[in-house]
């Protein structure tokens, strides 16, 4: 079988890229245990991102303009959310799971958290052991700690915490419940991952200290509502980021 591959006219145009994911859950999170109004510009339209503002707003949290890129979030301020009376459906999104443990784990009530066949599947003991140090009760399957999982928070302690792997949705977890410590929070990590939290932590009015492959956060903190503006997805945009190159594609052994 062959195929073959002619470039004729140019692609130009302008589009805008859709927002990042990693991003739009943060803001969506830290927008609910802040104080005030959270304004998200460019938010993601995904699933991953309606699971994390769905489970938000079964735990009391009002969001304006879910579904759409524009998404207006008021803020519990700090640990205020209410108890969801059903459990709440992550579906495949392992940082909504992962990220609400972390905030989860300074409530005094109990949660459930679940997902769908896959999430399930998928062991949440990195963010499970480091919360339970802090003060969380936190239970689920085997020793991998498999959802559904059972959360009951309280008063948090600090820790220090060096993780066995890198993981920006573990550091992140940890760093969510320490905002809620009376102290500071340390976590150590084997290799560099995203800052995302670092970064929005600090727009949002916490204290972070960065130094090197250590991440510290003061508690308790008192997030400020902001206005995130999200940027766009580089993946999203690698489709539409090419340069037309007939000769090469003709030549290219891939194509003979």
């Known amino acids: ?23 739009s859950h943060r803001a969506l999170l830290l927008g609910a245990i802040a104080t005030g109004k959270t304004k998200v510009e460019n938010c993601l339209v995904a699933e991953d ?3 994390t503002a769905h489970c938000l707003q079964q735990l009391g949290v009002q969001i304006d303009g879910v579904g759409s890129p524009f998404i207006v979030v008021h803020g519990a301020g700090g640990a205020n959310l209410k108890q969801s009376d059903e459990p709440l459906d992550c579906g495949n999104s392992g940082t909504t799971m ?16 679940t997902g ?9 003991d990195r963010v499970a052991i480091p919360l339970q140090r802090m003060g969380a009760k936190v239970e ?26 890198a993981s920006a949705q573990a550091k992140s977890a940890i760093l969510l419940a320490g905002l809620f410590a009376d102290g500071t929070t340390l976590v150590h990590e084997p290799a560099p991952s995203r800052d995302h939290t670092e970064r929005m932590l600090q727009a949002f009015g916490a204290k972070i200290f960065v130094k090197g492959l250590t991440v510290a956060v ?13 940027p766009g997805d580089p ?22």
């Open 98 to 113: 992962r990220l609400l443990m972390g905030i989860l784990a300074a409530h005094t009530f109990e949660s459930w958290l």
């Open 116 to 124: 769908d066949s896959s999430l399930q599947k998928r062991p949440m």
């Open 1 to 23: 079988m062959k195929l073959i591959v002619r470039g004729k006219a140019k692609l130009q145009g302008a589009f805008s890229v859709p927002g990042d994911k990693s991003i």
């Open 140 to 165: 689920g399957r085997t020793e991998r700690y498999l959802p559904p999982i059972r959360i009951r928070g309280g008063k948090l302690r600090p820790i220090e915490w060096a993780l066995p792997v």
């Open 235 to 256: 993946s999203s945009a690698a489709f539409f980021c090419v340069r037309q190159q007939p000769s090469l594609i003709r030549k290219s052994p891939h194509w003979a």
């Open 49 to 51: 991102v309606l699971s």
């Open 218 to 230: 003061v508690g308790p903190a008192k997030l400020k509502g902001t206005t995130v503006i999200v």
